[in-house]
């Protein structure tokens, strides 16, 4: 059964209050109005762009499947995000914008990056891969989180960036931004030795299901 518009921006979750940035990360099938033109979403846009701590906003359409919209925000704080969703005022309006773009069920979570609490550089590359990373069986948060924000592992974050999914113990997200589709995959294939024990000890602890986006920033 399909998810209506108006539930998209309804606290359907439980919020867990935190004054850090956080990455609003929406996913959902898109209309063929959004695949044609994708600035059918922007009324909805202009409105969110607006809303207290709302800062960057970018979207775009899934490479491998050219189906699935993705909606990309970095809010001051999950507070602010709440606060929007909480307006009986503004939200009818923001469900109105979104109908000609939102196609069917949606997922959306909260990522609380390190060691970039607003990885802007990885959102404005090319094409940017989103890395779901879900903890193995047996596996734990410190498994992950002690290689992943190891500076001596993945640096200052300009290579890339791990984030905490606020409403999912188990899962985290990986953000890198890349040249091109194809950079990747040279690199995954290469003969990187750093790479190659990366990969190697993620798969070790983590299952990972990988998608790659060209976004477009939102400009009102």
């Given at each position: 059964?399909k998810?209506?518009?108006?539930r998209?921006y ?16 929406a ?8 695949k044609?033109?994708?600035t059918v ?8 762009s ?8 970018y979207?775009g359409?899934?490479?491998?499947d ?9 809010w ?6 709440h606060?929007l ?7 009818p309006?923001?469900m ?40 193995k ?11 992943v924000?190891n ?13 905490k ?11 890198k931004?890349?040249e091109s589709?194809?950079a990747?995959q040279?690199?995954r ?6 790479v190659k ?9 983590v ?5 790659h ?8």
């Amino acid at each position: 059964m399909k998810t209506s518009t108006s539930r998209f921006y309804t606290p359907i979750f439980k919020f867990i209050m935190s004054s850090t940035v956080v990455v609003e990360l929406a996913t959902f099938p898109a209309t063929e109005a959004y695949k044609a033109d994708p600035t059918v979403i922007h009324p909805a846009l202009e409105i969110i762009s607006k809303a207290k701590g709302a800062r960057n906003i970018y979207h775009g359409l899934q490479y491998e499947d050219k189906a699935t919209a993705y909606l990309v925000i970095i809010w001051d704080s999950l507070e602010d995000h709440h606060a929007l969703l909480s307006d009986k005022d503004i939200y009818p309006k923001i469900m109105e914008g979104f109908a000609t773009s939102i196609g069917g069920p949606h997922n959306l979570v909260h990522v609380a990056f390190k060691p970039l609490v607003a990885p802007i550089a990885h959102l404005t590359a090319p094409i940017s891969e989103f890395a779901v990373q879900t903890l193995k069986e047996g596996k734990t948060n410190a498994d992950l989180e002690g290689f992943v924000w190891n500076p001596a592992v993945t640096g200052d974050g300009s290579q890339v960036v791990v984030g905490k999914v606020v409403e999912k113990e188990d899962q985290y997200v990986l953000l890198k931004g890349w040249e091109s589709y194809e950079a990747h995959q040279n690199a995954r294939n290469g003969n990187d030795e750093n790479v190659k024990k990366f990969i190697t000890y993620l798969h070790t602890v983590v299952d990972t299901s990988v998608a790659h986006v060209p976004l477009k920033e939102y400009k009102a």
